[in-house]
């Protein structure tokens, strides 16, 4: 029994995992192994505990981007899904979650994103905001029989402009 003893202490003496196990086991074994025990702090207070984590989330903030509240911003006046908002701009549903989570927006996106604000501020000119999402997805007479969103998806946005500029100006289309 005593060499299978002495077999152990000397296996936890080599293999660090077998330490730590028998340090954890019995606070008797770590005060040998480590030394004397220093005297603890404490828990940190919350406040100590904010301040440390405040810059980390200082930095979050500022490194969500504006644009990132831009694109939400521009989606919710528009009222519309991120799908359908991925269909009108032409990216893809990640592209637009991942803009409205704070990653970084690519020239032609802003581009896009842009435009379906210039969108939303000219159709409210003649439509109430909570119309504005059943129009994008309503077949329309002044396109040909064609919905909004499917113009969009076309690239054919000159045709689309026209019909918002008539909405507009309060002529039936």
Wanted: hydrophobic share 35%; glycine share 10%.
């Amino acid at each position: 029994m005593a060499t299978t003893k002495s077999r152990r202490t000397s296996v936890a003496a080599t293999d660090p995992a077998t330490k730590a196990e028998n340090n954890q086991a019995s606070p008797e074994a770590a005060a040998t192994t480590n030394g004397p025990k220093k005297p603890s702090k404490g828990p940190k207070s919350e406040a100590q505990s904010r301040t440390a984590v405040a810059p980390k989330q200082s930095n979050q903030v500022a490194s969500r981007p504006a644009s990132a509240r831009f694109v939400a911003g521009v989606r919710s006046g528009l009222g519309v899904t991120r799908e359908l908002f991925a269909r009108m701009t032409g990216f893809s549903v990640r592209a637009i979650s991942g803009w409205e989570a704070g990653r970084p927006i690519s020239e032609a996106g802003l581009r896009r994103v842009k435009e379906m604000e210039r969108l939303h501020d000219a159709l409210a000119e003649g439509l109430r905001p909570e119309f504005i999402p059943r129009w994008l997805e309503a077949p329309c007479e002044g396109l040909g029989g064609l919905k909004p969103v499917e113009v969009l998806e076309r690239g054919e946005t000159d045709r689309l402009w026209r019909v918002v500029l008539m909405i507009g100006s309060g002529m039936p289309t």
